[in-house]
C-alpha cells in the first residue's frame, strides 16, 4: 500500500511535463525511502533519474516496494487537472492495476480524484557510479536554457569548453558559428544568478543540443542546474528539487570527427 | 438391424451407478454426479461376451475406447452428436421391459434426460489398424531414414503398443481374436515359419496394397456427400466464367446438392451420385436434394470453365479416400511416406490425369484472380481476399495512431535526432 501526500502538485506536474518529452513510459519505484524514477530514451543515449524523497511528503507511506507503470502522456493529461496550489495524494495498492491521484485545493473545498491505469514496462535498470567531475558549473537554469535554444537554432551539437578562463558554449552550423562564454560571478543580492565554476583539469566534449533543449524543459523546477563534465563520460545535468530529491539527466557525448 | 440400449452393456458398474440414481430420483431430486449416460448403437452380430476395452489409438498411440467382440472382432466408436449451435438431448426411457431393468431388478418407470446429445455407434475396425503401430515400429525408426525391421513373433510386435491402460493382452487370450489379428497381419507382412511360430516382418508394398483396396472400394461406394461436397467437389470446380456469373448464386444456394462438379458425361455422374445417396441414407446422414442436382448440372456445362471427366473425378475420390484412411489411422510418420509412394510415380494407380488437371485448374484460376482484380465493374463486390487486405491495413493504421498518441510530440522529434557518435549509455554504466 502506497500512500504519499505532496504539499505542492505542480512539483509533480512539472517533472513530468519535463521528462514526457524523452520518455513514453515509465516505472515509478516506491519504496520506503521514496519514489525514484529511471528510464532512458529510445535511442538509449540519455537517462533520466529522479529521486522524490520521502522527508518531501507528508505524510508518506509505503509497506512494500511497488513499481507504477505509467504512460507519461496520459499521466501528464491527469496532472493538467491539478491547480498550481492543490495537494496531491497519490495512492496505489501493493499489486496495484491503477495509481489513484486526488487533487484537494488548499483552501480544501474542491477535491477532485482520478484513476489512471498502470501496464507492465520492461525496463532495465543501470546502475550509476558517483563520479568526481573534472568540471562542475552552477548557474541560473534560465541562462542555460537560453543558451541551448540560441545555440540550438544554429546547429545540432556544442561544444562546451570549461577551462580556468569560464565554460565555453559553442556550435558550428551550415549560416556560421557561435559562441556563449560565461565566467564565475557571484552576487550578494541575487544568489540565483550566480555562476560558479569548479574545476580540476580543463575538459572540452560536444553535446546534441536537440537534447539538451529537452533536460531544459526543467529549469521551471529549480532557478539552478548543475552541470557535471568528464571526458569520456556522460553529461550530467541535475536539478534539485526540495530537500534532497532531484531530476538528473544524463547524456552521452558525442564523439569522432562528424560534428 | 442395430439395438440400442440406454447404458454401456457390458461395464456392469456404470450400469448400477445410474440405476442407483434413477431409483432415487423418484423420492428426491439428487444432484447428477458421475458421467451421465451415454448412449451407444452396438452391432447386432456381436455377441453377448463382448466387451468395451480400452486399446492404443493407431493414429495418436492414446489409450481409446473400443468394442471387442470374440466371435465378430473389433469395432471402433463413431461419434455423431449436433452442433454446439443445437443443443439437444436424449430423452432415455426404461421400460420395466427392457433388459437393463430386469438385469439389475431395478423397479419403476426411471426414463431420464442426458445432456449430451451424442450417439456412439460402433463400426467396424480392420484389427491391423490396431497393430500397425507395433509393425512399423514408428518410435524405433525415428531418426534413421531407412529403419532395418526384424521378423518377429506376433507377440514380440505387439508388445510394442504402449501398455498403460490397454487391455489388449486381455483380448489376445480369445482364440478368435489372436487368430484373426494375425491373419491381418499377415496380409502386410513378409511371414516366416521358424519352428511351430510365424515370424512378421512388415513389408510396405503389401501395405499400401492392402490400404489402396480399402480405398478403392471407399471411393467406388461413393464417399459420404459432405466428405465428396469438401475434398472432391471444391478441388475440382473450376471457377465459372465471369460473363455468366448470375447462375453463381443458383450453385452456392445448394450447398447440400453434393455434385456441384462440372460433369458432362451426366449418365456416369448420375449413377455415381445415386450411389452415394442410397449409402447416404442408409447410415441415416443428411439426404440430398435429387431434383436440384440435375438442374445445377445443367446450368454448370454453360458456365464452368473447365470440367473433369468421370475418371479425374473418380482419381480424387481415391486420393480422398486414401488420405482419409491414412489421416485416420495410420501414425503420421508411416502415413506421410505411404502418401508419398502412394501419389508418387510407380504408385499403384497413376495420377497424371488428375495432376494435369489440377495443375491447369490452378493456372485459370490465378488468372481469373488477375482478371476480377483489374476489372473495374467489380468494385462493389470485392473479394474476401482484398477485404481482408483492407481491415488488416486498417487495423495496422489505427494501432500506430493509438501509438502515437501515447508518445509526445517530444519524443516523437527525438527520434529524428542524429545521434551518430553517441556510444549507448548502457556503455557508461553498468546494468543492475
Known sequence: ?259 | MARTRSAKPSTAAPAADTDSIKSKSAITLVPHTGEPPKVFILPSKATPEARIVTLPNPRTSQPARYLACPDTGIYEFKRIAAPKSEPRSWLIEATPTSNESKASGAAGPGSQVTMGSELFVATALDPLFLVLPALADVKASKGSKKPKRLFLSSDDHLDKLPQESSHLSDILRWDATRRLIESRMSAVCDAVDAGDEQMFRLNEDKLLEAIYQKAKRMSEGGLPPSMEDKFVNKVLEAPLMHRVVRTESQVTSNPDSGTSTPQTDSATSQSTVSSAETDASSVSQTSTAATSVAEVQADESIVSALQASPEIVQLQKLKTAFEFICASYVPPELADTLKQSFTGTGGPVDFSLLNDYIASLEKLRSEMLAVRAQDYSRKRNMDEEEDEARMEKKRKMEEEKKKKASESRGVRELKKVNTSGMKKLSHFFQKK
Do not use: W
Request: aromatic share 6%.
Open chain 1, 1 to 259: 500500500m502506497l500512500e504519499a501526500r505532496l504539499e505542492q502538485a505542480s512539483i509533480l506536474k512539472k517533472v513530468v511535463d519535463a521528462i514526457k518529452d524523452l520518455v513514453q513510459d515509465c516505472n515509478f519505484d516506491c519504496n520506503d525511502s521514496g519514489i525514484a524514477l529511471q528510464a532512458m530514451d529510445n535511442s538509449h543515449v540519455a537517462l533520466v533519474s529522479m529521486m522524490l524523497k520521502a522527508e518531501g511528503f507528508s505524510p508518506y507511506r509505503c509497506d512494500r516496494n511497488i513499481a507504477l507503470g505509467v504512460n507519461l502522456t496520459s499521466l501528464t493529461k491527469v496532472l493538467r487537472a491539478a491547480q498550481g496550489d492543490d495537494i496531491l495524494t497519490i495512492k496505489a495498492e501493493d499489486a496495484p492495476d491503477v495509481m489513484n491521484l486526488l487533487f484537494e485545493s488548499s483552501g480544501e473545498d474542491r477535491i477532485s480524484e482520478y484513476d489512471l491505469k498502470l501496464m507492465d514496462i520492461d525496463q532495465e535498470h543501470l546502475g550509476i557510479p558517483e563520479t568526481e567531475y573534472a568540471a562542475t558549473i552552477t548557474m541560473p537554469s534560465a541562462e542555460f536554457r537560453r543558451i541551448c535554444t540560441d545555440l540550438a537554432a544554429m546547429s545540432e551539437s556544442v561544444g562546451i569548453e570549461a577551462s580556468k578562463d569560464g565554460v565555453k558554449f559553442s556550435c558550428n552550423g551550415d549560416i556560421g558559428n557561435g559562441s556563449v562564454t560565461l565566467r564565475s560571478h557571484t552576487s550578494i543580492d541575487k544568489p540565483e544568478l550566480n555562476v560558479d565554476i569548479e574545476l580540476t583539469e580543463p575538459v572540452s566534449l560536444t553535446f546534441s543540443l536537440k537534447y539538451l533543449v529537452n533536460f531544459c524543459k526543467a529549469a521551471a523546477l529549480s532557478n539552478q542546474v548543475k552541470i557535471c563534465l568528464s571526458s569520456e563520460v556522460p553529461l550530467l545535468v541535475e536539478y534539485n528539487l526540495s530537500g534532497s530529491s532531484y531530476l538528473r539527466f544524463y547524456l552521452a557525448p558525442k564523439i569522432g570527427d562528424d560534428e
